[in-house]
């Protein structure tokens, strides 16, 4: 679990990260995980096509044991994309996301490796998870 401040608007907020991983040897706890959880990041590798396949599981998870949450497609590994052509292509994410009947609020490409996209990802979820609960009031 990670947690970290996020200005948004007209104060800070605090999001809180919980990586399952993928790994099968939560599944026992999966609904404890998505419980409470205002969104969902579904994280694949663009140079990973396998990792991408598996979306679908963690989607049916997801609208399953958090029908609230906002959900967001992430392909990490961006920087891969400029040493040659992505495995995952623009196309797949968007034949993905029109599959998922519009669940999916946003789509982003991030690089872990050198930090690319990931502030403006995080800042744009931030934005629009404080936007859904203030039409909530």
Same mark, same amino acid.
């Given at each position: 679990?990670? !947690?970290?401040?996020?200005?948004?608007?007209?104060?800070? +907020?605090?999001?809180?990260?919980?990586?399952?991983?993928?790994?099968?040897?939560?599944? /026992?706890?999966?609904?404890?995980?998505?419980?409470?959880? %205002?969104?969902?990041?579904?994280?694949? $590798?663009?140079?990973?096509?396998?990792?991408?396949?598996?979306?679908?599981?963690?989607?049916?998870?997801?609208?399953?044991?958090? %029908?609230?949450?906002?959900?967001?497609?992430?392909?990490?590994?961006?920087?891969?994309?400029?040493? !040659?052509?992505? %495995?995952? *292509?623009?196309?797949?994410?968007? /034949?993905?996301?029109?599959?998922?009947?519009?669940?999916?609020? $946003? *789509?982003?490409? *991030?690089?872990?490796? *050198? !930090?690319? !996209?990931?502030?403006?990802? +995080?800042?744009?979820? $931030?934005?629009?998870?404080?936007? /859904?609960?203030?039409?909530?009031?």
């Amino acid at each position: 679990i990670v !947690g970290f401040w996020i200005n948004v608007c007209f104060g800070f +907020f605090q999001l809180q990260l919980w990586d399952t991983g993928g790994m099968e040897r939560v599944a /026992s706890v999966t609904s404890s995980y998505y419980k409470f959880a %205002e969104a969902a990041l579904l994280v694949f $590798a663009l140079d990973n096509p396998a990792s991408f396949h598996s979306l679908s599981q963690h989607m049916l998870d997801v609208v399953t044991y958090a %029908e609230n949450a906002k959900i967001f497609l992430v392909g990490n590994k961006v920087d891969m994309e400029q040493t !040659g052509n992505p %495995e995952v *292509t623009e196309a797949d994410m968007e /034949s993905f996301c029109e599959q998922c009947h519009s669940l999916i609020s $946003a *789509t982003y490409k *991030t690089s872990c490796r *050198t !930090g690319e !996209g990931i502030e403006e990802m +995080f800042q744009d979820i $931030a934005n629009t998870l404080v936007d /859904s609960n203030r039409s909530r009031l």
